[in-house]
């Protein structure tokens, strides 16, 4: 699944590097694969309503529209096309901390879904996940089947620490 061209908006003021979008591309269906699997055990995630494109020089950010989608900022020439992972992440976590009995995690949460994604998407780039935010992989040992198990468990225990 790629994502439609309708849901870019690119205001960089010229067009996006094709390898880059085309990372994007691959990382993006990944992403929605896993998305679509954590959902299959009871844990929805919030669709891309749009991808915007700028020069801006923050850091990929997600914004929450409603309780089923959200907005995406990225600079092409900037962030790594996959962080798309991470960012779709936080729609996955707003979803999971509004639970009855679950808090706010946020980023370990989101670098935990890049984790798995980059796993699957096999890489010689050295990315790993940001020091400070491992804790959710800490808790799942870094394993899929243990991240799904712990997304009504320990992680919602750690995040009442
Ligand atoms: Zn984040």
């Known amino acids: 699944m790629t994502i439609p061209a309708n849901s870019i908006c ?58 089923t989608s959200g907005v995406v900022s990225m600079n092409p020439h900037k962030h790594e096309a996959r962080a798309i992972a991470h960012e779709l992440g936080h729609g996955f976590e707003e979803v999971w901390r509004s639970k009855p009995g679950h808090r706010e995690i946020g980023d370990p949460m989101c670098e935990a879904i890049r984790f798995f994604v980059e796993k699957r998407l096999g890489s010689d780039k050295r990315w790993k996940p940001r020091e400070d935010w491992t804790i959710v992989l800490d808790v799942c040992c870094h394993d899929l089947e243990k991240f799904k198990k712990e997304l009504d468990g320990k992680i919602a225990q750690l995040a009442r620490e």
């Open 10 to 67: 690119n205001k960089t003021g010229g067009p996006a590097d094709p390898k880059w979008l085309k990372e994007l591309d691959l990382a993006y269906d990944e992403t929605i694969k896993l998305l679509d699997e954590l959902a299959a055990c009871g844990h929805d995630y919030k669709v891309l309503e749009c991808l915007v494109l700028r020069d801006s020089p923050e850091e990929p950010t997600w914004c929450g529209l409603s309780k």
